[in-house]
């Protein structure tokens, strides 16, 4: 459990957006079905390097999806449960606050609300070692050392797929669809150059199957 709230919340806000992009991207990616048929054609994309590491890509990333599925599942557990650790203090002035982190009670505390510190401060050490003893029963911190293992495996292949050349239209399309996948969970899908990327994609897609089509014609003849 984070100390900072701010950090919690972006933590979980990067991963629920990992999450939220995961439905419309799936839809699209290429080449489940459509693999064997290109390697009748011409043989080419077998051996095509950049679609076996896009392959992979995705292999991983599909496993860091279900890992921050599982992750969540195991968040709203403790929440129910055990609820994120707080303390609630009483302040110099007599307002009555609600804090989640212990960086938020350090800077309440003054020598006119020392007691009062002093018993919200027990009260977060307390609320934190029963989310630790949860977090340890059903493994909700281990999940996450996971997920940090997949997202860095998966940014260890992306960061070779600029250094992978594609032999292949399926590998071209392959590689655009990574970037696409990655780009758009951490920036909005709307925003310059992810719908222009959709557009090649589509445009090379709809291009390789009208020749791919013309190809098969041919060999059936």
Not at 112 to 126: G, H, I, K, S, T
Not at 177 to 198: A, S, T
Request: aromatic share 6%; net charge negative; proline share 4%.
């Amino acid at each position: 459990m984070a100390d900072s709230n701010n950090s919690m919340s972006a933590f979980f806000v990067t991963r629920r957006r990992l999450l939220a992009g995961t439905a419309g991207a799936a839809a699209a990616w290429p080449f489940h079905g459509k693999t064997r048929a290109a390697e009748l054609t011409d043989g080419s994309s077998a051996a095509d390097p950049a679609l076996r590491l896009c392959g992979n890509w995705q292999k991983i990333h599909d496993e860091t999806l279900a890992l921050c599925r599982e992750q969540q599942r195991l968040e709203t557990h403790l929440a129910r449960t055990v609820g994120f650790p707080c303390a609630r203090v009483r302040l110099a002035d007599g307002t009555d606050v609600t804090l989640h982190s212990i960086e938020s009670l350090n800077d309440t505390y003054s020598p006119e609300n020392e007691v009062e510190w002093d018993r919200a401060l027990a009260d977060f050490a307390a609320h934190q070692a029963r989310w630790d003893a949860a977090d340890d029963e059903i493994g909700y911190s281990r999940t996450d050392e996971l997920i940090r293992q997949s997202e860095t495996a998966e940014s260890a292949l992306l960061d070779d797929l600029p250094q992978t050349v594609a032999t292949s239209i399926e590998g071209i399309l392959a590689k655009l669809k990574v970037i696409l996948r990655d780009g758009e969970h951490w920036e909005h899908p709307d925003d310059f150059p992810w719908p222009h990327i959709r557009s090649v994609l589509g445009d090379l897609s709809r291009h390789h199957k009208y020749r791919s089509g013309d190809a098969m014609t041919a060999a059936s003849r």
